[in-house]
T-cell receptor
Framework: GNSVTQMEGPVTLSEEAFLTINCTYT??????LFWYVQYPGEGLQLLLK?????DKGSNKGFEATYRKETTSFHLEKGSVQVSDSAVYFC???????????FGQGTELSVKP | GAVVSQHPSRVICKSGTSVKIECRSL??????MFWYRQFPKKSLMLMAT?????????EQGVEKDKFLINHASLTLSTLTVTSAHPEDSSFYIC???????????????FGPGTRLTVL
């Protein structure tokens, strides 16, 4: 079936460090891929998305490339800030029913 | 644009009572809304898909008589937790899909969540 696997957290980085959060997926067909961010006590905000192979989504310094050959959508940022501390969810959407399938989430903590 | 609200943001109730949570799309119409449940430090679990004017579609293992969903208008879906018990305590999040032609049909917008505590 369809599934999303993220690297386990928590991930702790110093400010200005490089960030990578791995995400791989299993899906039939050609899903759309998303990264969502959840700040403490809040709902989810869409961070970026990619709808087809080789698309690169980017927003607020974050980026991820839809790699069909490796079934991956890794999230990267060149220089993290304390304000980036949050939980990040990778998700895929397949057309049947329009349901989102979420990874388990990766908690990021950025220290000054 | 594309704002989704939830009310209440927090609710504490006694065991055995029912609690209603509202999900509203404030500036767009949503024929489809989704209800999720999130346990502490866990991912989101889809509970059901709410369709305007028709019955909700529940995911496997979710009791439809326990979690009543009503989607009476294009901007409002409600989730009622009936006869709540402490194990129903959780963070409930809704999302709404913009039905307008100008939007990607894939995009969902999330509410801020409702923290339910059952004593």
């Amino acid at each position: 079936g369809n599934s999303v696997t993220q690297m386990e957290g928590p991930v702790t980085l110093s400010e200005e460090a490089f960030l990578t959060i791995n995400c791989t997926y299993t899906a039939t067909g050609y899903p759309s891929l998303f990264w969502y961010v959840q700040y403490p006590g809040e709902g989810l905000q869409l961070l970026l998305k990619a709808t087809k192979a080789d698309d690169k989504g980017s927003n607020k310094g974050f980026e991820a490339t839809y790699r069909k050959e490796t079934t991956s959508f890794h999230l990267e940022k060149g220089s993290v800030q304390v304000s980036d501390s949050a939980v990040y969810f990778c998700a895929l959407l397949y057309n049947q029913g329009g349901k989102l399938i979420f990874g388990q989430g990766t908690e990021l903590s950025v220290k000054p | 644009g594309a704002v989704v609200s939830q009310h209440p943001s927090r609710v504490i109730c006694k065991s055995g009572t029912s609690v209603k949570i509202e999900c509203r799309s404030l500036d767009f119409q949503a024929t489809t809304m989704f209800w999720y449940r999130q346990f502490p430090k866990k991912s989101l679990m889809l509970m059901a898909t709410s369709n305007e004017g028709s019955k909700a579609t529940y995911e496997q293992g979710v009791e439809k008589d326990k979690f009543l969903i009503n989607h009476a208008s294009l901007t409002l879906s409600t989730l009622t937790v009936t006869s709540a018990h402490p194990e129903d305590s959780s963070f409930y999040i809704c999302s709404a899909r913009d039905s307008s032609s100008g939007r990607s049909v894939n995009e969902q917008f999330f509410g801020p969540g409702t923290r339910l505590t059952v004593l």
